[in-house]
């Protein structure tokens, strides 16, 4: 089989195809589409929202290669059973389920995070690099591996169906979800609400890690029905970044094709500080964000 599209026929598509998705090296990966840094009203968007979107951070070539990677994790009985139904069940991060009863999501992590060249496309590349710093200061502390590969498959869902918010609870700052596939409305795509980073951070006791306050899910919800939630959809290649508390989930999938992502994390070097530390009243002690807005 014949895993390298002829577009690919290059430098990194000669790499890729050494061995069967071996990791590409740092160089190959140094893409720089964007000036390095934030402009101020970057900056002030991510502090009030608490998320940021760069467009084409990845090239289109190495996007669908990683896509058709992610096919090779389905099983072969894992099928298409309509245009925007696929049927089958499929052991993941989750458990073995089928398509309809986990809402066509699929998280991907230990059996990816031995593909060291997926951690390149993204913790080496200097458009992702250049953001973090200019987000979290000095001292950002790049991950060991990626988080995971994420899909969202069509699943025959209702459309009446809204996405359910959640925060992460383990130890990072600053996520980052690159699109494989281009994402439309109502695609799966990855969906956040906005400004919520600055009322759920009250939902947890330290700066950050998992120590959740009694009152967590009551905030969460009440959120959630105060604050409209925000779709993002881009083509592939698309990254957002996001606040560690930001409450975000993914759309369900209404189009014909899955929706694939890649999910990195980055925290600084007192991150293991920072899960002891209480919360404070000030949101950005820990960021390069200062001055902006703080609400209790």
Not at 47 to 65: C, H, M, Q, S
Not at 78 to 103: E, K, P, V
Not at 203 to 211: E, F, K, P
Not at 261 to 287: C, H, K, Y
């Amino acid at each position: 089989m014949h895993l390298i599209p002829p577009s690919l026929d290059t430098k990194i598509g000669r790499s890729l195809a050494s061995r069967h998705f071996p990791p590409p090296t740092a160089s190959d990966l140094s893409f720089d589409p964007h000036a390095e840094g934030l402009k101020d009203e970057e900056l002030r968007f991510f502090a009030r929202n608490g998320y940021l979107v760069r467009r084409d951070v990845i090239p289109a070539e190495l996007a669908d290669f990683a896509r058709r990677f992610a096919r090779t994790l389905c099983p072969r009985h894992f099928q298409r059973a309509g245009r925007n139904t696929w049927r089958g069940r499929i052991r993941d991060r989750l458990s073995m389920l089928g398509m309809r009863r986990r809402s066509g999501h699929l998280k991907f992590r230990e059996n990816v995070r031995d593909q060291r060249w997926l951690y390149e496309l993204v913790a080496n590349n200097r458009s992702v690099t250049a953001t973090a710093r200019a987000l979290l200061g000095g001292g950002v502390q790049k991950p060991e591996g990626v988080r995971g590969l994420y899909s969202v498959f069509p699943s025959g869902v209702s459309c009446d169906k809204r996405p359910r918010p959640d925060t992460d609870s383990h130890p990072f700052l600053l996520g980052t979800a690159t699109y494989l596939s281009d994402v439309e409305p109502q695609g799966g795509g990855f969906t956040v609400w906005p400004g919520s980073h600055l009322t759920m951070r009250w939902g947890y006791r330290t700066t950050a890690g998992s120590q959740r306050t009694g009152d967590y899910h009551r905030r969460l919800y009440k959120m959630a029905q105060m604050q409209p939630a925000v779709e993002i959809t881009g083509s592939a290649g698309t990254t957002i970044f996001w606040h560690h508390r930001l409450a975000h989930g993914s759309s369900f999938n209404l189009q014909n094709h899955p929706r694939h992502a890649l999910v990195v994390d980055f925290s600084t070097e007192g991150i293991d500080r920072l899960i002891r530390q209480p919360t404070t009243t000030d949101p950005w002690r820990e960021w390069a964000i200062q001055g902006e807005p703080c609400i209790d």
